[in-house]
């Protein structure tokens, strides 16, 4: 079955952020990850977690993290990106705890996951459709702009995006407080101030590898990176 839109994003980039907007400004549920593992957990409306939110209808929107069904599930795509040094250790929390991990044993866990990252990137970059690119940034320090981004793109219902923009804060928190309170599994607090210091500076490093192996991704990522990829 394919939805109107596929939303994608490396794990915790603000998916489900995006998600809420979505079904704050339509008015229609829409879908999470739905894989096995998290089905009864993910695949429902971000409405079902938070009182008071009126949603009825079909699903509008899917959400997916792996880039192999995209074009199979949605007619519009949108990507939801942000900063790799802040998604993937977010991602990857056991890290925090492994405080004996050299630069190798740190690579055979990052890999991985840029290639992942990376992936997502590259199958917004070939999508032949509609598409639009929402940055986590932008997403969480100044929502009003994509609030009404998201909403032109998705054909969101005009009173409720005002509705929206007015109670931004109140109702974006709603949407947050779903970590808070443990509904979803978060990253957890930081633990030894040099094992952060080390995997932070194992982490940038991919600033410098990217641009030397992807400078292609310079149109997407050059706002997230240290470096001048």
Known sequence: MKYPIVITSFPRSGNSLVRFIIESVTGRPTLGDGTPEYREVHDRPIHTYIDGMDISGEPVAI???FPKDLAEVGESLILVLRDYKECIPSHKSDIWNMQELNNEQLDDIFAPAIE???????????????????????????????????????????????????????????????????????????HDPQHYSNLVKHIRSWDSRLADSRPDLRKYLSRLVLTDI
């Open 63 to 65: 959400k997916r993290h």
């Open 116 to 190: 992942h990252y990376v992936s997502l990137v590259d199958a917004f970059d070939g999508w032949e459709g509609r598409k639009l690119l929402v940055y986590y940034r932008d997403l969480v320090g100044n929502p009003v702009p994509s609030i009404r981004l998201i909403s032109e793109f998705v054909c969101g219902d005009p009173v409720r995006t005002a509705r929206l923009v007015e109670d931004h804060e109140r109702q974006m928190g709603r949407c947050r407080s779903m970590y808070d309170d443990k509904r979803v599994v978060h990253t957890g607090g930081m």
